[in-house]
T-cell receptor, first 115, second 110 residues
Framework: ETGVTQTPRHLVMGMTNKKSLKCEQHLGHNAMYWYKQSAKKPLELMFVYSLEERVENNSVPSRFSPECPNSSHLFLHLHTLQPEDSALYLC??????????????FGPGTRLTVL | QQPVQSPQAVILREGEDAVINCSSSKALYSVHWYRQKHGEAPVFLMILLKGGEQKGHEKISASFNEKKQQSSLYLTASQLSYSGTYFCGTAKAAGNKLTFGGGTRVLVKP
């Protein structure tokens, strides 16, 4: 595997379910990100991790819970979601966190539908 | 505050040129450009770090006007492969997060 991978690619869940999204980066980067991409809206930054430590939490509801066990893996745990949470969830990584001069590498995303 | 991109959409014939603008109400440290094809991940194109800097990626180039707090992306002699949604991301300082614009949809027709 190369680059940034995400699983699953598609997920349909009910509002009472608990599920997790997984991201893995094979680039040796120190920073990982979760973004939410909704139709006709800009990419919204949700969380940023630098060397497994959360450095940014963008006022995200507590029904989204991130976990970064090591610098290569990032999870997003989901519980009691709302239909408006349906979106494409993108994971990204970069050499350093929140560094305006470092490009971000994105995964293919997980298309989430909440019924 | 997110940057504003214009136009929201553009349709081109193969070989035509187009310009996409990204404007901010705040002073910028850097501007990033990404392209996302339908159903795929955004792909990095280039970063501009200094006012007045210009860069190129194949026949796609960009400029950064620090005074105007604006960056422009130039699609020259467009190819079918240029179709997709182009996003700019801006950072106000070296240690700041990227804030993305709403995107510009580009469709290049034969």
């Amino acid at each position: 595997e190369t680059g940034v991978t995400q699983t699953p690619r598609h997920l349909v869940m009910g509002m009472t379910n608990k599920k997790s999204l997984k991201c893995e980066q094979h680039l040796g980067h120190n920073a990982m990100y979760w973004y939410k991409q909704s139709a006709k809206k800009p990419l919204e930054l949700m969380f940023v991790y630098s060397l497994e430590e959360r450095v940014e939490n963008n006022s995200v509801p507590s029904r989204f819970s991130p976990e970064c066990p090591n610098s290569s893996h990032l999870f997003l745990h989901l519980h009691t979601l709302q239909p408006e949470d349906s979106a494409l969830y993108l994971c990204a990584s970069s050499q350093e966190a929140l560094a305006g001069e470092h490009e971000q590498f994105f995964g293919p995303g997980t298309r989430l539908t909440v019924l | 505050q997110q940057p504003v991109q214009s136009p929201q959409a553009v349709i081109l014939r193969e070989g035509e040129d187009a310009v996409i603008n990204c404007s901010s109400s705040k002073a910028l440290y850097s501007v990033h450009w990404y392209r996302q094809k339908h159903g795929e991940a955004p792909v990095f194109l280039m970063i501009l770090l200094k006012g007045g800097e210009q860069k190129g990626h194949e026949k796609i180039s960009a400029s950064f006007n620090e005074k105007k707090q604006q960056s422009s992306l130039y699609l020259t002699a467009s190819q079918l492969s240029y179709s997709g949604t182009y996003f700019c991301g801006t950072a106000k300082a070296a240690g700041n997060k990227l804030t993305f614009g709403g995107g510009t949809r580009v469709l290049v027709k034969p």
